[in-house]
């Protein structure tokens, strides 16, 4: 990795005396068990054979981050020596579009994910669904051997989350988040820096994921085919409880909807939460967390004929962890202005840019003959690519990936608190050791999962 570190002009004889001489200063019980899987296990993926090639399948192919995965591991077939050998989605078209593109036969290609499971010829799954079918296709590919990409959020619900952590750590198998933010160098070299001390203690940090539109965001197009026939809609909805007919408004639109997302602080957070906790040098659980959504445009009017959104136009969320460390993230989909990312020392400020690729330390004025400021540029910035071949080394060599089942762990921690903060207008305390989540005045809150509330 070239930081290109490029300090300032030479230090004061004062400050080279200070830098000699200065020290280096759940949760999970609540949710129901998902089922166990109604097939037999099939032998432990082994990537030492063929090459040591990883064959690849991938479930949830959506015009989206779906195919855009199905492709880039297709394109990239030979610079990472893998292959796709199965595909799986519920919408016949997308079947059609994996069996193009990645030159699959119609015996490749699956509704049902369980049968494609059934191969001997899948050493690792990619997921990338809508959220509610995260969890149990986790846990599923993980007890037939397989290796696990899925993509944020980890799952639906907390206790849910915490079922697949158990399980990640039992398989001993790889599992990587899709949050490529993970694999920017910006994020890594801040962890580098605050873990020398070059800032000082963290106090706070600032994160945000804003946009804007006319139409209102995920009011996706809506296909000519998505019609009940050529959709398995039952099977789509998984655990879902609020289960209406068919609606190519939910399919397409699913992120405007509580039973399927947790609106932008599942969609829009996960992509900062994940990479500024590896930017601390030590991702924290939280041990509290409030967060308050508002929807005051009313977007979806200037569309006719879309139903308002159930999710809130506009969220913020602020964590505190056990070292103190306070992270404030915001997440707008009616205002796409943002002040940035940012992390908050007791002597220096960390910045990285929109890119993840560069980073500014810039010293706190009481500290300016102690530290010089710096520019560490031309790292390596978010790259999906990038991403899915840092699972592949992992699984190739056995290493934890960036965004490993811990850090997506305590993320979705957050993701889960903040909802439940929002939801039911209350401050969510939590005790990573017992997994339980309580209100100030120390009332258990039973966590949210799916039938708590009428839209799940």
């Known amino acids: 990795m070239d930081t290109n570190a490029t300090p300032s002009a030479a230090a004061l004889p004062r400050r080279d005396f200070l830098k000699k001489t200065a020290a280096v200063t759940a949760a999970a019980a609540a949710a129901p068990l998902l089922r166990a899987p109604l097939y037999g296990q099939a032998p432990s993926a082994n990537v030492a054979g063929a090459n040591n090639r990883i064959q690849v399948a991938v479930i949830g192919v959506g015009f989206g981050i779906g195919q855009n995965h199905l492709t880039g591991i297709h394109e990239k077939a030979n610079e990472n020596n893998t292959v796709i050998t199965a595909a799986c989605d519920v919408f016949n078209k997308r079947r059609d579009f994996a069996k193009a593109k990645a030159n699959l036969k119609d015996a490749d290609v699956y509704v049902d994910y369980r049968k494609m499971l059934e191969r001997k010829d899948i050493d690792a799954v990619l997921i990338a669904t809508h959220d509610p079918l995260h969890a149990q296709m986790i846990l599923d590919s993980l007890e037939t051997g397989r290796h696990v990409y899925c993509e944020k959020p980890l799952t639906r619900y907390l206790g849910e989350a915490f079922q697949v952590y158990d399980k990640v750590k039992s398989s001993g198998k790889v599992f990587q988040v899709g949050s490529q933010g993970c694999s920017a160098g910006g994020y890594q070299k801040c962890a580098e820096l605050i873990k020398d001390g070059k800032i000082g203690p963290l106090v706070w940090g600032q994160a945000w994921y804003s946009r804007n539109s006319l139409t209102g965001e995920w009011n996706y197009l809506i296909e000519n085919e998505t019609r009940p026939e050529n959709i398995d809609w039952e099977r789509w909805l998984g655990p879902v409880k609020q289960r209406d007919p ?211």
């Not at 400020?349 to 400021?373: C, H, M, S, W, Y």
């Open 246 to 456: 068919f609606s190519a408004e939910q399919y397409h639109r699913w992120r405007k909807y509580y039973r399927y997302c947790a609106g932008p602080l599942g969609d829009l957070a996960p992509h900062k939460l994940h990479p500024v906790l590896l930017a601390t040098g030590h991702p924290e659980f939280p041990v509290r967390v409030v967060s308050i959504g508002t929807s005051n445009v009313h977007i979806d009017k200037n569309v006719p004929g879309t139903p308002a959104r159930e999710i809130p136009e506009h969220a913020q969320l602020l964590a505190e962890f056990p070292s103190g460390f306070v992270l404030m993230v915001t997440c707008c989909t009616v205002n796409a202005s943002t002040p940035g990312t940012s992390l908050y020392g007791h002597k220096a400020n960390l910045e990285i840019d929109a890119t993840g690729g560069k980073v500014n330390l810039l010293p706190q004025r009481e500290f300016g003959d102690e530290i010089d400021p710096e520019n560490f540029a031309n790292l390596q910035p978010e790259e999906i690519r990038v991403h899915e071949k840092n699972w592949f080394d992992c699984i190739r060599s056995g290493k934890q990936p960036n965004a490993d089942i811990e850090l997506a762990i305590r993320v979705q921690t957050v993701i889960s608190l903040a909802e439940m903060s929002d939801r039911l207008k209350v401050a969510c305390l939590f005790d990573e050791k017992t997994r339980k989540v309580t209100t100030g005045s120390g009332t258990e809150v039973t966590p949210l999962t799916y039938g708590t509330l009428p839209q799940s």
